[in-house]
């Protein structure tokens, strides 16, 4: 299956509607993030984590990450699903992290959820199509 | 606050650059975009709408930003 989902090639991020299920997958909370195919992991904001049932602070597993403000450490969780791109994946590991508030983006939907797909970004056509791996 | 189903295009007129927290939005899958909701909060702050998330007990919930991306901001993630 291959999805289909427009953006917008002229910005100078790449903003995707990204949705982040609860523990029980009950609940759904719907970000704004960036599709970074140079960030190794999906971020989310801790916020969002905490009504999601998640608790990050408990999480007995840190990632260190370089950002462009220099070196932190944040905490790993398992998630009971992320969508986006048209896609739902499960069990999936995410970051907590809050980006700046400058930033006006939520998260970033990284490696560890792309990699799952063939990524093809159509600039010409502002298209972004995914296609799950077999 | 009235619980009221507004459309994005409602909103952005209402709140321009502003950050909403909505409640049992609608969603279009085909475009990925969120195309309404009930709005439950709204702040310049994204920081003060993030406070406001465990207040909310519904099944679905989005925050969305009625702004454009800042102009002199390049992103280094």
């Known amino acids: ?134 | 606050m009235k619980a009221e189903l507004k459309t994005i295009e409602q909103l952005e007129q209402e709140y321009p650059n502003e950050c909403l927290l909505l409640v049992d939005y609608q969603f279009d899958p085909i475009n990925s975009q969120i195309i309404g909701g009930i709005l439950v909060e709204h702040s310049k702050s994204r920081n003060e709408i993030y406070k406001k998330l465990a207040l909310y007990d519904n099944d679905r919930l989005c925050i969305y930003y009625t702004g454009k991306p800042y102009e002199d901001i390049r992103y280094l993630l």
């Open chain 1, 1 to 134: 299956m291959t999805t289909q989902t427009p953006f917008n090639p002229t910005t100078y991020i790449i903003p995707i509607r990204m949705e982040v299920e609860s523990v029980n997958g009950l609940k759904i909370d719907s970000l704004l993030a960036a599709l970074d195919t140079g960030a190794s992991y999906t971020f989310i904001p801790w916020d969002v984590a905490f009504r999601l049932g998640y608790d990050p602070a408990r999480s007995s597993r840190r990632q260190r990450i370089a950002t462009g403000g220099g070196i932190v450490y944040a905490p790993v969780i398992t998630v009971h699903a992320v969508r986006a791109l048209g896609m739902r994946e499960e069990n999936i590991d995410v970051l907590c992290h809050d980006l700046p508030e400058e930033s006006n983006l939520d998260g970033v939907l990284g490696l560890n959820f792309l990699r799952k797909f063939d990524i093809n970004l159509r600039f010409s056509k502002g298209i972004i199509e995914a296609t799950r791996l077999a």
